[in-house]
């Protein structure tokens, strides 16, 4: 097991809306969506009256009659996205991309040419900024999955570092539904207390930092509240990889 946050987890933010206001500087600011008939991606002006992707252009208009729509520039989101990427080797061979705006990188192997991890990171923030233009966010953490929840919490523009001493508090300072690694949960927003339960808010935190296959989840595990949320064995991801079995009840 992995005892070092040496795992980064690199996302773009607002990647399609930030690539047209870098296009065109006269949307910087403003509330812009990328689409027409569906809104692909919205800028976090656009979001703060609560647009989001896959919402209907008539929706989008209603909650926020100004809303600029602009059309996609499909050829710059990759190249950018390459681009960005290409920021990640140049600190580390060990990049999986899994989307043209969000890549993993380990530099466990590296920070002796570089520095710690959250100065890598720090680094390749500063370097996608000056030479794209674009904001990034960046999780640090043991694990795919705890980096990818740390890249989250830190949006926008942002870095946050995940101490494996301190993963526990951390995972239950968090809303359930960021847990789930797929599919929608039914479980309450409200933030992980266990003085409001009876210590099982906990455990299932514990759960979550479990090594993939280490045992079987007890079926009273996930009770927070009602509706019951359970992470089974397979959605207890601590490699990155994919679950298929995370759901709620």
């Known amino acids: 097991m992995e005892t070092t ?18 296009l065109d500087p006269s949307l910087r600011g403003k509330p812009i969506a990328v689409g027409a008939g569906v809104v692909l991606a919205a800028s976090y002006e656009a979001r703060a009256f609560g647009i989001g992707g896959g919402m209907s252009g008539r929706r989008a208009r209603e909650l926020c009659p100004h809303l600029i729509f602009v059309g996609g520039h499909f050829k710059d989101y990759q190249r950018l996205g390459d681009a960005a990427i290409d920021v990640l080797n140049d600190f580390t061979p060990l990049v999986e ?27 390749i923030r500063s370097r996608v900024r000056a030479e794209l233009g ?14 990818k929840i740390a890249s989250q919490v830190a949006k926008p523009d942002g870095l946050v570092v995940v101490h494996p001493d301190n993963e526990l508090d951390f995972l239950c300072a968090r809303y ?38 280490a045992g079987p989840v ?11 949320v359970l992470l089974t064995r397979s959605a207890i991801v601590s490699d990155g990889r994919r679950s298929d079995t995370a759901r709620s009840r």
């Not at 674009?134 to 980096?147: D, Q």
């Open 176 to 213: 359930w539904r960021i847990i789930l690694t797929r599919g929608r949960s039914r479980c309450s927003r409200s933030p992980c207390r266990t003085s409001r339960s009876t210590g099982t808010c906990s455990w299932n935190c514990r759960l979550v930092l479990k090594m993939r296959g």
């Open 134 to 147: 674009l904001p990034i966010s960046i999780g640090v953490a043991r694990t795919k999955h705890l980096a």
């Open 5 to 22: 946050a040496t795992i980064l987890h690199a996302d773009l933010d607002a990647f399609y809306a930030s690539v047209e206001q870098l």
């Open 218 to 228: 007890p079926k009273e595990a996930g009770r927070v509240g009602s509706p019951t």
């Open 97 to 123: 991309r899994i989307s043209i705006d969000e890549a993993f990188a380990d530099v466990a192997g590296c920070t002796h040419l570089f520095g710690s991890p959250a100065e890598i990171a720090s680094a």
